[in-house]
Nanobody
């Protein structure tokens, strides 16, 4: 069973910073792409940032230049450094991982964390 445990959310003033962490545990052959999604009240969940196994990153336009996603496979972590936070960044942030469960598996599996809340105030 794969589990994702997120941490690092909280309340911060606009212009401040937070660092989200997601620890991935369980039996996994390979972690493929890792991502952070976010969902604001009354809005659909959106991809905030993603990183492939090769380290290629992707960001939603609104966070480019402010957020940095990173992965530490040795520690089974994916992190999101969020700088210069804006009111619009408020929401619940979810860790998402795509994994190959075992050697030779011809399918991938996707897991979600429980979410960590980020509140940006003026």
């Amino acid at each position: 069973q794969v589990q994702l445990v997120e941490s690092g959310g909280g309340l911060v003033q606009a212009g401040g910073s937070l660092r989200l962490s997601c620890e991935v545990s369980g039996t996994i052959y390979r972690k493929n792409h890792l991502a952070w999604y976010r969902q604001a009240d009354g809005k659909q969940r959106e991809l905030a940032a993603a990183i492939t196994a090769a380290g290629t990153t992707q960001y939603v336009d609104s966070v480019k230049g402010r957020f940095t996603i990173s992965r530490n496979d040795a520690n089974n972590e994916v992190n999101l450094q969020m700088n210069n936070l804006e009111l619009e960044d408020t929401g619940v942030y979810y860790c998402n991982v795509n994994v190959t469960p075992w050697y030779g598996a011809n399918y991938d599996m996707e897991y979600w964390g429980q979410g960590t809340e980020v509140t940006v105030v003026s």
